[in-house]
Structure formats: C-alpha cells, structure tokens
C-alpha cells in the first residue's frame, strides 16, 4: 500500500500521498489539500516546497552529493567535455560516438547569429553590463527565429530550436565581450570544438592567428560542466515558470538569465571578486570582514559563502578550489587576492557563526579568481555562469514541456486593507 501522512483541520482529517524520489527523499503531496480543506500551504521563499519531480539532477545538500542523470559531478568534470554533458542533461543519456560526432556537427551549423542582430550590438552602450545584454539579445532571437515560437511545435522542432540556441549562445556572449573592448567580433569556426570555438572567439583576433592555451579550454570545460545544472535553484525555476505558460524557449531562457543576474544567485561570482579586491586595498583583514558579515546591523554578507540546499559543502567548490591552485600554477599566474579568499574561508571556517549556521563556500568562492586568471574582465563571471547553466536550463525546460506541466500560478495569503470606498482627490 501506498504511503500517505494525515492532517487534522478542525475535525476533517485528510490523507495526503507520498511521494518517493529514486534516493528515497519523501514528499507530501499537497495538491488536493485546497479542494479538500480549503487551507492553502504558505512557504516564503520555496524552503520546504517541491515544485516538480525531476529525472535530471540529484542533489543531497547534507551529504554534499550533486550527480547529473545519476553521474558524479567529480567524475563529469574529470573526464567528460562540456558539449558530452549537454546532450547528457538534454537528453538523459550519455551520447554514443555517432550521436556525438552527430550532435557537435549539427550544434556546429547553427552557430551564426542573424546579421541584424548586430544592430543590437552597436545599440547597447559599450559600458552596459554583460548580463543585461545577455538577456535581452537572447531574448531577441525570438524575433529572427519566429519558427520556433510555436507552443505546439513537435519534438524534432523543438530539438532544432534547441540546438540553435546552444549554437548561438557562446557567439552572443563572445561578441559582448568584444564589444565591451571596443575589437570587432570573430566569427565562429566550425572546425573548432564547443568550448575551443567560444575561446577562439573571445581570445582570437582579426589580425592574428591566436592558439589557445590547452590548460585554459580544459579549466573553461570543467567550469562549464560544474555549472551545468543544479535543479530547481531560483534561474531554473524562473525557466521552468515562464516556460509553463508555453513561452518559448528563447524568452524562457532570457527570464532565467536575469533570474541568475542577481549577486545572491550567480551574480555572486563577480560579488565575491569585488569584496575580496576591497579587503585588499582596506588591508587584508580577513577578521574585520567577517566581524561586519557577522554584524546583524551591517548588510555586509560574505560573499560566495553559504548556500540554500549545501549545509556541509558544496561538491563544486571542493574541485573548483583545486582546479584554481592547478590553473594559477600552471599559468604561473600570482593573485594576491587568491591568499585573503583562502585566509578568509580558514577564519569562517573555524568561526562559531559560520559553523552553526553550516556556512561554507560555495561554487562562486573561487570561480571568479580561475576567470580573472584566465583573462576574463569581472562583469562577464555572471555570463559565463549562464553560458555553463544554458543546457541545465534546457534540459529543464523541455522535462516541463514534455512532462505537460500545468502553468505554474502560486497562491498568496492576502494581508492588505479590507474593503473600502473610494474617495475622490479633492476630499483625500
Ligand atoms: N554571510 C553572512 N551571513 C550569512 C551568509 C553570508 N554569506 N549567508 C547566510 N548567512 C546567515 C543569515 O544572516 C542567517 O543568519 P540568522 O539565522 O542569524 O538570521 C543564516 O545565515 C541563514 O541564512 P539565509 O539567508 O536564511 O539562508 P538562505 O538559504 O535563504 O540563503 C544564500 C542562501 C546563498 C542566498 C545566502 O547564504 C547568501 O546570501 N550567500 C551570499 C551570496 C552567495 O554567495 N550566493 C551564491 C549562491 S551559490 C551559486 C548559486 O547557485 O547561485
């Protein structure tokens, strides 16, 4: 039999099911509890509330466990390549050598944007920031692709809207950086993988051939696959929302880019370089700076510290602190302020409020040092973060859509006025 939990309200008692995820987490399942009771469940900030199930990514916040379809994020980013996780996330499974060989040509003939979409380019002012253009150029393929706006399209429709918009995705967000310098933007070069075309076309020049380091496209895959999903956190779920009404998929991912935009979710990565570089110049005291994070009157918060589902550790900042040590090494790169984010995490790491509140670093703590590193300037951390979390968005996307998921509408408890009269302007 079926497990169900009871709730006594006045003298209704009503059985709700649960539900079992593959791990075992359990749910209560809710959705009949309205027509029953007439009560609805208040849960501000979604802390307690499942919002779907999901056959994508699994995450144990207490074990420090993520895995996407069922595999290890260590293992992912050790020997997997970003475009591999992609069709991973996208399509459940990993590709045989055909599928692949078949998937990177069809994502590699999509990777030009329509002309006219540089119009919008030479618009934004150059001083604009990244994210910002992000979402409304992404948003803007909608109108150069009007055949993929249809909410009955089938699934090779859909497949096909979906591979050009992770074609087109790293040519949008190269081209802004280039037009942050002032340099013309480079073409895609098909003969190039996912991850080393995007390179190319940020690093590479009109006036000379550019190689690129191989340290630094396999340091861009492995940041890429770590942030390549991490189920409903607030970017997806804004996809998954805006997708529900059966918006299409490029306006869906442009909500969920400025979704991520915001420095308590990805914007955290350039947050965290920003802080670290004014501890610098104010004189390295890491102490002083978590006094202020500790100070309930100071609205100074650590940043890249603590996260709503890690309480124990975050698995992508374990691999992302090595990977930082390796890059900075191998790149004989110093960065004085990699020496206070280390002090800084060993002080919180060992201070009571930072433990009892089971605050560790989380993925945005060492990023940004592997991006500045790499040569990319702090306003474009959040833009790589979106072009890592594209596919999760995806995949996420289509699961709603093929799932038929009803259109996400919550419900509120109102706390306004009760009813009154209106009273004209001359006798307020
Ligand atoms: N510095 C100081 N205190 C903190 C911090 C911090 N970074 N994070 C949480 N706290 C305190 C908070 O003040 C509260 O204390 P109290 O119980 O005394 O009121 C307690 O810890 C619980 O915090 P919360 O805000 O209720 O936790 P949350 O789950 O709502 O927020 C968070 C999670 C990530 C928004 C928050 O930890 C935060 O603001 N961190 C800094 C921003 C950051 O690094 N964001 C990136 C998240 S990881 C990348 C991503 O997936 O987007």
């Known amino acids: 039999m079926s497990e169900t939990v009871s709730l006594n309200i006045g003298d209704k008692q009503v059985k709700l099911p649960v539900i079992t995820g593959t791990e075992n987490e359990k749910a209560i399942d809710i959705s009949k509890i309205r027509?029953?009771?007439?009560?609805?469940?208040?849960?501000?900030?979604?802390?307690?509330?499942?919002?779907?199930?999901?056959a994508?990514?699994?995450?144990d916040g207490e074990e420090g466990i993520l895995r996407y379809r069922g595999y290890p994020i260590e293992e992912l980013a050790e020997k997997s390549s970003f475009l591999e996780v992609a069709y991973l996330l996208i399509?459940?499974?990993?590709?045989?050598?055909?599928?692949?060989i078949d998937f990177q040509n069809k994502v590699s003939r999509h990777t030009l944007i329509h002309e006219d979409m540089k119009k919008f380019f030479?618009?934004?002012?150059?001083?604009?920031?990244?994210?910002?253009?992000?979402?409304?150029?992404?948003?803007?393929?909608?109108?150069?692709?009007?055949?993929?706006?249809?909410?009955?399209?089938?699934?090779?429709?859909?497949?096909l809207t979906i591979i050009k918009l992770l074609a087109k995705f790293p040519t949008i967000v190269s081209w802004i950086y280039k037009k942050s310098l002032g340099h013309p933007v480079i073409y895609p070069k098909n003969s190039l993988d996912y991850v080393g075309n995007y390179l190319n076309m940020?690093?590479?020049?009109?006036?000379?051939?550019?190689?690129?380091?191989?340290?630094?496209?396999?340091?861009?895959?492995?940041?890429?696959?770590?942030?390549?999903?991490?189920?409903?956190?607030?970017?997806?779920?804004?996809?998954?929302?805006?997708?529900?009404?059966?918006?299409?998929l490029f306006t869906s991912i442009s909500a969920g880019i400025s979704a991520l935009w915001g420095p308590l979710h990805g914007g955290a990565n350039q947050a965290v370089i920003e802080m670290l570089e004014?501890?610098?110049?104010?004189?390295?005291?890491?102490?002083?700076?978590?006094?202020?994070?500790?100070?309930?009157?100071?609205?100074?918060?650590l940043m890249g510290f603590g996260h709503r589902v890690y309480k124990n550790f975050?698995?992508?900042?374990?691999?992302?602190?090595?990977?930082?040590?390796?890059?900075?090494?191998?790149?004989?790169?110093?960065?004085?302020?990699?020496?206070?984010?280390?002090?800084?995490?060993?002080?919180a790491l060992n201070d009571s409020y930072f433990v009892d509140r089971k605050l560790y670093p989380n993925v945005d703590f060492y990023s940004g040092i592997i991006y500045r590193a790499l040569g990319f300037p702090t306003d474009m951390f959040t833009v790589l973060f979106?072009?890592?979390?594209?596919?999760?968005?995806?995949?996420?996307?289509?699961?709603?859509?093929?799932n038929k998921e009803p259109i996400g509408r919550p419900r509120q408890i109102y706390t306004g006025e009760g009813k009154r009269h209106f009273v004209a302007l001359k006798d307020r």
């Open 35 to 54: 027509a029953e009771t007439g009560y609805i469940t208040l849960d501000p900030g979604f802390k307690n509330t499942g919002a779907t199930t999901s």
């Open 56 to 59: 994508i990514t699994y995450l």
């Open 91 to 100: 399509y459940g499974e990993l590709p045989t050598k055909s599928e692949f």
């Open 122 to 159: 030479e618009g934004f002012p150059t001083k604009s920031h990244p994210m910002g253009q992000l979402s409304a150029l992404v948003g803007a393929l909608s109108a150069f692709y009007p055949e993929s706006l249809n909410p009955d399209a089938t699934e090779e429709e859909d497949n």
């Open 202 to 248: 940020t690093f590479g020049q009109l006036t000379e051939d550019v190689e690129i380091d191989p340290i630094v496209s396999s340091a861009m895959n492995k940041l890429l696959i770590l942030h390549a999903d991490h189920e409903q956190n607030c970017s997806t779920s804004t996809v998954r929302i805006v997708g529900s009404s059966n918006a299409n």
């Open 278 to 301: 004014k501890i610098k110049e104010d004189g390295g005291d890491s102490e002083k700076w978590l006094a202020k994070a500790k100070d309930k009157n100071d609205p100074f918060r």
């Open 314 to 347: 975050d698995p992508r900042a374990k691999i992302i602190k090595k990977a930082c040590d390796d890059i900075l090494n191998n790149l004989g790169v110093k960065d004085p302020v990699l020496d206070i984010a280390k002090k800084l995490e060993e002080t």
């Open 386 to 402: 979106a072009l890592g979390r594209l596919p999760g968005w995806i995949a996420q996307w289509k699961e709603m859509r093929t």
